[in-house]
């Protein structure tokens, strides 16, 4: 996508700066999925000229159709915009061509291999310090990024696995590098609320007591925080006088005996295969419930077809489950994961089917609600009846951890998706090692 001009009639045209959203769908998905590694290869001052462009055709979009409200574009994520399909000039491939309006232009991008990026000279905000030009190296396996990034070949890195996490502890040069946003990833076990024995308010209640979050914190490297509810503890509109279910064995025990499963039950818990975290959160839960009588088969399978099978109804009673939020709002996790109205049969995001008439309504309340405190105290009570319904067991919030070498200025990690934004940072050449 090359920017030559200012934007004009029929553009995407955003009110605010967008960060590397100017990618749309792309770069969270290649992060997401493939793994994600950004080098930013040039040293950028803060003297650049940077305003507004889109590469847009007039024809992209319709006449005034534009975002004028970040939320918009940070709430979808995982879509983008591009090119009205045109028969006088096709394309095979018409996603690789994303229209944005971001600090950045794609200059070249080889799929699977390596995005690169240059400063957009059009951007909206003057003066603002970012780098000349980003890579993105897309499908390096996690042990080659730490080694790279103690090499000083990286300047960023995200995902970092627990053996390299134990080495950074024990280094200083290393621990400095680290930035952490506590408690920005609820992790959960759900409870299919429409399948027994979890249609009982009881049984499910009875699981919050009967896991040791604190222990299960310990067991995951202390890389996370207990949850307290749905919510992460960054997000606006999180309700700070919620308390965790605390690990209380002998009232699990009488709330099994009052649902009469007093000897446990049998049940299946799935999870992702490909991710270490999951699976220690499976044995950890599996082991746990074992001391009630409660007999738990692990299943495991990748992660696309355990989304496709939780998402159908009736089909999966309980599985280990996340969510990463990419706006600063409640109402993206509450309104996907948790409100009765957005229930499908298959695809649904809902996966533990959970409904409560009081919480749908507050639902419909909040998206008529303009008001913005009264809309966050509308989620407020949202996550309060949630937490009281416990249709999920709650178990933690991870923690975002990124690297950053110490040559990178102005950087602040985010506790939302991506987990970094490299409009306002620069690079400062000294100490840093030369590019090849």
């Known amino acids: 996508m090359e920017v030559s001009r200012p934007p004009k009639r029929g553009d995407l045209a955003l009110d605010r700066p967008m960060g590397l959203w100017v990618l749309g769908w792309l770069l969270p998905m290649v992060a997401l999925f493939q793994g994600l590694v950004v080098l930013a290869v040039s ?38 915009i591009v090119r009205r399909p045109d028969p006088k ?59 790279m990034f103690e090499r000083g070949e990286l300047d960023f890195q995200h995902y970092i696995q627990d053996p390299d996490f134990v080495r950074i502890r024990r280094r200083p040069q290393l621990s400095s590098a680290l930035r952490v946003v506590a408690g920005s990833s609820p992790t959960f076990v759900f409870l299919n609320c429409e399948m027994p024995p979890f249609t009982n308010r009881l049984v499910r209640l009875a699981l919050n007591y009967a896991i040791d979050k604190e222990a299960l914190v310990r067991v995951l490297a202390n890389r996370c925080v207990v949850a307290r509810g749905p919510l992460q503890l960054v997000v606006r509109g999180f309700n700070q006088g919620l308390t965790a279910y605390p690990h209380d064995p002998a009232k699990a025990r009488a709330l099994l005996a009052q649902a009469g499963l007093t000897n446990g039950f049998e049940s299946t818990l799935w999870t992702n295969r490909d991710d270490p975290r999951w699976i220690k959160i499976a044995l950890f839960v599996q082991q746990s419930l074992k001391e009630y009588g409660i007999r738990l088969e692990i299943r495991e399978v990748g992660y696309p077809t355990l989304v496709q099978l939780c998402g159908k109804r009736r089909n999966v009673p309980m599985g280990v489950f996340d969510w990463v939020s990419a706006a600063d709002d409640p109402k993206e996790l509450l309104d996907s994961l948790l409100n009765g109205d957005n229930i499908l049969d298959e695809n649904c995001v809902n996966v533990a089917f959970y409904s409560n008439p009081r919480a749908q309504q507050l639902f419909r309340d909040a998206v008529a609600e303009a008001n913005s405190n009264r809309r966050l105290e509308i989620y407020r009570q949202i996550e309060s009846i949630v937490v009281e319904d416990v249709s999920w067991i709650f178990l933690v919030q991870f923690n975002t951890e990124v690297l950053v070498q110490h040559w990178v200025k102005g950087f602040k990690p985010r506790g939302f998706w991506p987990p970094a934004r490299f409009d306002s940072t620069w690079l400062e050449p000294a100490g840093r090692p030369a590019t090849p």
Not at 106 to 123: C, D, F, H, S, T
């Open 43 to 80: 040293p950028g001052g803060p003297d650049g000229m940077l305003r507004l462009a889109v590469e847009a055709d007039p024809h992209s979009l319709d006449p005034g159709q534009v975002f004028s409200n970040e939320e918009a574009m940070l709430t979808t994520g995982s879509a983008g």
């Open 89 to 147: 000039r096709p394309t095979k491939s018409p996603g690789n061509v994303p229209i944005g309006a971001g600090p950045f232009v794609v200059k070249n991008w080889v799929r699977g291999a390596r995005i690169q990026l240059e400063r957009n000279p059009y951007y909206i905000l003057r003066k603002m310090p970012q780098p000349d030009r980003i890579d993105v190296m897309v499908n390096l396996d996690r042990t080659t990024q730490f080694m």
